[in-house]
T-cell receptor, first 113, second 110 residues
Framework: NAGVTQTPKFQVLKTGQSMTLQCAQD?????MSWYRQDPGMGLRLIHY???????DQGEVPNGYNVSRSTTEDFPLRLLSAAPSQTSVYFC????????????FGPGTRLTVT | AQRVTQPEKLLSVFKGAPVELKCNYS??????LFWYVQYSRQRLQLLLR??SRESIKGFTADLNKGETSFHLKKPFAQEEDSAMYYC????????????FGQGTELSVKP
């Protein structure tokens, strides 16, 4: 199993550009989530999904959209990139919403200039 | 408000010394507490969780509801313990929705 995969690993965007960060898992996990990691702030939940077709907002959802058309994939879309979105983005999955261990992807380092 | 606080940004110890990484939380209800670790160039991974009451790589953590703390301890630090450590909490049985602390970087010197 590849576990949780993310693409791209690195990305540089200009202010106002849009892009999609890809996340996929091959463990048949119901629950997937996106976090951003910023220095001194730990990881903060952006959006999460408890199953295909169901998504909800986390702590810092503004400027991001998600969808969950399949169990495997959970892309994160930046609609109009801003410098404040410069961060490292992690996708994670867990077997169920009540699962006790999250499996994280390797992260995407995004810089917005 | 739900919050996790790790007061130390950086903790530096010598090999063989005891280690305690502090974690305090505020939560109304019955939380589940976790410690996640991120070694250099590796993914964030679960180290331990309070409900299992286990010792992983020599680390233990006890949930103290009176002091709302979940400190991570190891009696003798090893160089390979150097990493970023995150304390996190979730609502009971919602381990997929985590609230993280700011993280503590542990540096173990030879």
């Amino acid at each position: 199993n590849a576990g949780v995969t993310q693409t791209p690993k690195f990305q540089v965007l200009k202010t106002g550009q849009s892009m999609t960060l890809q996340c996929a898992q091959d463990m048949n996990h119901e629950y997937m989530s996106w976090y951003r990691q910023d220095p001194g702030m730990g990881l903060r939940l952006i959006h999460y999904s408890v199953g295909a077709g169901i998504t909800d907002q986390g702590e810092v959802p503004n400027g991001y959209n998600v969808s969950r058309s399949t169990t495997e994939d959970f892309p994160l879309r930046l609609l109009s990139a801003a410098p404040s979105q410069t961060s490292v983005y992690f996708c994670a999955s867990t077997k169920t919403a009540g699962g006790h261990e999250q499996y994280f992807g390797p992260g995407t380092r995004l810089t917005v200039t | 408000a739900q919050r996790v606080t790790q007061p130390e940004k950086l903790l530096s110890v010598f090999k063989g010394a005891p280690v305690e990484l502090k974690c305090n939380y505020s939560y109304s209800g019955s939380p589940e507490l976790f410690w996640y670790v991120q070694y250099s160039r590796q993914r964030l991974q679960l180290l331990l969780r309070h409900i299992s009451r286990e010792s992983i790589k020599g680390f233990t953590a006890d949930l103290n509801k009176g002091e709302t703390s979940f400190h991570l301890k190891k009696p003798f630090a090893q160089e390979e313990d150097s990493a970023m450590y995150y304390c996190a909490l979730s609502r009971y049985n919602q381990g997929g929705k985590l609230i993280f602390g700011q993280g503590t970087e542990l540096s173990v010197k030879p």
